[in-house]
């Protein structure tokens, strides 16, 4: 599921700007939630089903402002950029290691969300390669894979730091925001004119309610093992 959703994330990058797309990738989120739902029987308390509405909401507005269009070419500079952030990321991602708790967990997550970021702003001009040699030999397609894979070595290393709430909201803040103003500014990404307000708007409810969900989003497998001691307690005692 994890490698189809790259692609399907990589291929909505070819003619989709990029506010959309993370975005919408950040939104998986509440997916979840609502599979859990439907699959696990999960019961969701009032506050995370108004999440889950407001993010159907920002979603739709996305939907509404996207103005579907190719990304421009990034140029050498850009290229350079990838590679110096990709480095920086690195480097700093040693010293936030030695972090604990909290605020290890989301000095790693943002980091993480920068490299996932970084990730993006490669594959939307890489989507546009006209042909399979074109994509092997371009230098994106190597800073793509990089930063995919420094982005899952911090994030890992952040939920081992005790806060995985911490470290995903961290991640998706610093994963959303980034991508979006580069693709508006560099990669030719478009608004449907007169809508640039429904964009701002529903760009700020998603990532809210994406943050929200991960913030507040109770632990459904611990609550039920935790009824389960308690039940189990409570028969012992009755034995005893």
Known sequence: CQ???FVLAF?????L???LVQASVAAGLGVTAVLGVLLLKWRLP??????LGLLGSGIFALVLTARPSPSKP????GVVALGITLGLIAVLGIFAAR????????????LAGLAFSSAAVASRPLAAAISGADFLRNPLLYLLIAHSVVGQL???????RGSTTAAV???????VVPAALIGLVLLGDQIWPGREWLAIVGFVITLGAVIGLSWCAEPQHGRVTADRVYAADGRRATRS
């Open 74 to 77: 990034l140029g050498w500079t």
């Open 154 to 160: 911090l994030l890992g290393l952040a939920m081992q």
């Open 3 to 5: 490698l189809l959703a």
């Open 11 to 15: 291929l909505a990058r070819r003619e």
């Open 169 to 175: 909201a961290a991640m998706d803040a610093a994963g």
């Open 46 to 51: 009032a506050a995370e089903i108004a999440l």
């Open 99 to 110: 972090l604990r708790g909290v605020p290890g967990s989301v000095a790693l997550g943002s």
């Open 17 to 19: 700007p990029l506010f």
